[in-house]
Nanobody
Framework: QLQLVESGGGLVQPGGSLRLSCAAS????????IGWFRQAPGEEREAVSC????????YYADSVKGRFTISRDNAKNTVYLQMNSLKPEDTSIYYC????????????????????WGQGTQVTVSS
C-alpha cells in the first residue's frame, strides 16, 4: 500500500521554526517528484515548495522564498520542509504529495498533477 505520512507540525510563535517530514512507505521516492502544499479553511490548496526526483531543481512560492527550504533524503525515503521565520499567515494544514516524474528534473506545481497524498499536518503560528 502506497502511503505518505507527514509529521513535524505544531504550534510555534511568530519568527520560530519547524521542520516537516514526509515519509513514504510501500514505494521508493527515487523516481517521484514531491510537492508540499497548504490549504487554509475556505482557501484553495496552494503549492508551497516542490522538488524534482533528482533533488537538483526546486520551486518555492513567492510568499515563502528565503524562509523555507525543501530537501530530500532518498536513502531514508523522506522529504523535508524546513520552515524558518514563520509568520501567522503560514498557519495552515500542510500536505506532501508525490507524482512519478517524467524526468529527473521535472517539477510539478499544480496539485492536479500529484497522485499520492499524505493526510496533512497542522501548522499554527501564533503568539
Amino acid at each position: 500500500q502506497l502511503q505518505l505520512v507527514e509529521s513535524g507540525g505544531g504550534l510555534v510563535q511568530p519568527g520560530g521554526s519547524l521542520r516537516l517530514s514526509c515519509a513514504a512507505s510501500g514505494f521508493t521516492l527515487d523516481y517521484y517528484a514531491i510537492g508540499w502544499f497548504r490549504q487554509a479553511p475556505g482557501e484553495e490548496r496552494e503549492a508551497v515548495s516542490c522538488i524534482s526526483s533528482s533533488g537538483v531543481r526546486t520551486y518555492y512560492a513567492d510568499s515563502v522564498k528565503g524562509r523555507f527550504t525543501i530537501s530530500r533524503d532518498n536513502a531514508k525515503n523522506t522529504v523535508y520542509l524546513q520552515m524558518n521565520s514563520l509568520k501567522p499567515e503560514d498557519t495552515s494544514i500542510y500536505y506532501c504529495a508525490a507524482t512519478e516524474a517524467y524526468s529527473s528534473g521535472s517539477l510539478y506545481q499544480s496539485h492536479y498533477e500529484y497522485d499520492y497524498w499524505g493526510q496533512g499536518t497542522q501548522v499554527t503560528v501564533s503568539s
